[in-house]
């Protein structure tokens, strides 16, 4: 069975803390990308990336970075946490070529006091 | 900019009656457009993909349409159930290379019996 795994399903951080999100695929997938999801906001993408050491901005990547050293592992790094950062964040890969179809992993709900 | 907008966010039916969703898109035209479901607390899984020379495709009980003059996908359950209850998301791909999705806020369905 195909999987997209989050290493951490709940988080508590305080302000101004360095948190890291990691997220393995074990599809072999080239693309990887984190969206966070509020309430009345939706899922919105950070950032992507379609091969190692690659990245591309989505559309709200302030504030956070990304790292790719291998193809199944692609992390999210909040160098500074925030209040305004208190979401659930969703990792999800995809084949890098074709229609793009989303495999999600489970979410990590992350709460900066 | 692109932008994708479902236009519920709450859909209550009766079960057995058929569920129509609609998502709109503006100022991009996508070669395909997508379709998942997610549960509360979970990540979101697919369900259907349609080409933009497709107007309609089914799975099962599930029918979506594409027009791309109107710039609408309709997304259909026949027969709804209780265990159809779910938020649905449409997604379009916003890079050139069609690997990136941007997705709607969702529409959150729910099932009486």
């Known amino acids: 069975d195909v999987k997209v795994t989050q290493s951490s399903r709940y988080l508590v951080k305080r302000t101004g803390e360095k948190v890291f999100l990691e997220c393995v695929q074990d599809?072999?997938?080239?693309?990887m990308f984190w969206y966070r999801q509020d309430p009345g906001l939706g899922l919105r993408l950070i950032y992507f990336?379609?091969?190692?050491?690659?990245?591309e901005k989505g559309d709200i990547p302030e504030g956070y970075s990304v790292s790719r050293e291998k193809k199944e592992r692609f992390s999210l790094i909040l160098e500074s946490a925030s209040t305004n950062q208190t979401s659930m964040y969703l990792c999800?890969?995809?084949?890098?070529?074709?229609?793009?179809?989303?495999?999600f992993g489970e979410g990590s709900r992350l709460t900066v006091l | 900019s692109q932008k994708i907008e479902q236009n519920s966010e709450a859909l209550n039916i009766q079960e057995g009656k058929t569920a129509t969703l609609t998502c709109n898109y503006t100022?991009?035209?996508?070669?395909?457009l997508q379709w998942y479901r997610q549960d509360p607390g979970r990540g979101p899984v697919f369900l259907l993909l349609?080409?933009?020379?497709?107007k309609e495709k089914r799975k099962e009980r599930l029918k979506v349409t594409f027009d791309t003059t109107l710039k609408q996908s309709l997304f259909h359950i026949t027969a709804s159930q209780p265990a159809d209850s779910a938020t649905y998301l449409c997604?379009?791909?916003?890079?050139?290379?069609?690997?990136?999705?941007?997705f709607g806020k969702g529409t959150t369905l729910s099932v009486s019996s």
């Open positions: 999800a890969s995809s084949l890098g070529t074709g229609t793009g179809e989303l495999f």
């Open positions: 599809m072999d997938h080239e693309n």
């Open positions: 990336s379609y091969d190692v050491k690659m990245k």
């Open positions: 100022n991009y035209s996508p070669a395909y």
């Open positions: 349609i080409r933009e020379n497709e």
């Open positions: 997604a379009l791909a916003f890079n050139q290379a069609g690997t990136a999705l941007i």
